[in-house]
């Protein structure tokens, strides 16, 4: 009986910001497995993603459908506990007080940090641009 195929390389996981971010990553040709929906929130990526296996990369973006959640800091720590990769990236959404907790968590773990501030958006919740 055949071994199962190796997880993808990278996992996105998050809210609509990842389902954009998974799409800029496939048009440069980075094939990531996607653990992320429209409108998601933490509580439910907490719920929902149990996947422990190792991947070299992983993306995070999370807190644009929680910012005024009591929880989202609790959340996103026990996700980011149950992430296992060499290297991972935050995705800090426009909300600046949830932008505040996905910056510290990323500094906390070593992680990378992707402020999307710095890139233009029309509603205030998306970039103009994923790439």
Same mark, same amino acid.
């Given at each position: 009986?055949?071994?199962?195929?190796?997880?993808?390389?990278?996992?996105?996981?998050?809210?609509? !910001? /990842?389902? @954009?971010?998974?799409? =800029?990553?496939?048009?440069?040709? $980075? *094939?990531?497995? +996607?653990?992320? #929906?429209?409108?998601?929130?933490?509580?439910?990526?907490?719920?929902?993603?149990?996947?422990?296996?190792?991947?070299?990369?992983?993306? !995070? /973006?999370? @807190?644009?459908?929680? =910012?005024?959640?009591?929880?989202? $800091? *609790?959340?996103? +720590?026990?996700? #980011?506990?149950?992430?296992?990769?060499?290297?991972?990236?935050?995705?800090?959404?426009?909300?600046?007080?949830?932008?505040?907790?996905?910056? /510290?968590?990323?500094?906390?773990?070593?992680?990378?940090?992707?402020? $999307?501030?710095?890139?233009?958006?029309?509603?205030?919740?998306?970039?103009?641009?994923?790439?």
């Amino acid at each position: 009986m055949p071994l199962p195929p190796p997880p993808p390389a990278c996992i996105v996981i998050g809210d609509s !910001i /990842a389902v @954009g971010t998974a799409g =800029a990553l496939a048009s440069e040709g $980075l *094939r990531c497995e +996607v653990h992320a #929906r429209v409108g998601a929130s933490s509580a439910e990526m907490l719920r929902t993603f149990t996947d422990g296996a190792l991947r070299e990369r992983a993306v !995070i /973006a999370l @807190g644009s459908n929680d =910012a005024g959640n009591p929880n989202l $800091l *609790r959340n996103l +720590v026990a996700l #980011r506990q149950r992430v296992r990769a060499a290297r991972v990236t935050w995705v800090t959404p426009y909300a600046p007080a949830a932008a505040r907790i996905s910056a /510290a968590i990323a500094r906390s773990f070593g992680d990378e940090i992707v402020h $999307l501030t710095a890139i233009d958006s029309r509603d205030g919740i998306h970039p103009v641009s994923y790439l």
